[in-house]
């Protein structure tokens, strides 16, 4: 379940675009936004549409090692460490 915090604009309230994970960061960024409690509220969300995990398959690693190694023209162990070693750094990054 997420919120989305209402913000009074003239007579009507309108729904802001953004969305938010937890009740309490929903009511601190409305209080920001219109400091008098007339003038904002947050409510539960039940019309968006649920994420859905991705039905897309994870790469294979050793099928695009062996394709980079023929496009190249390189031993496909050597291109498989390489290729192990820049997504081992690039996930270190994170």
């Known amino acids: 379940m ?5 913000l009074r604009s003239g007579r ?3 729904m802001a675009p953004r969305r938010f994970n937890d009740r309490t960061v929903a009511h ?3 209080v920001k ?9 947050v409510l539960g969300c039940s019309g968006c549409p649920e994420s ?3 039905r897309r398959r994870p790469p294979r690693w ?7 190694a023929a ?5 496909a162990a050597q291109v498989r460490e390489a290729l192990g070693a820049a997504i081992a750094a690039e996930r270190g990054r994170g």
Request: hydrophobic share 45%; aromatic share 14%.
């Open 2 to 6: 997420h919120y989305h915090a209402w």
């Open 12 to 14: 009507v309230f309108t």
């Open 28 to 30: 601190k960024w409305a």
């Open 33 to 41: 936004r219109r400091p008098d409690s007339a003038d904002r509220f």
């Open 52 to 54: 859905r995990p991705s």
């Open 62 to 68: 050793s099928v695009v090692a062996r394709a980079v």
């Open 71 to 75: 496009a190249v023209g390189a031993p």
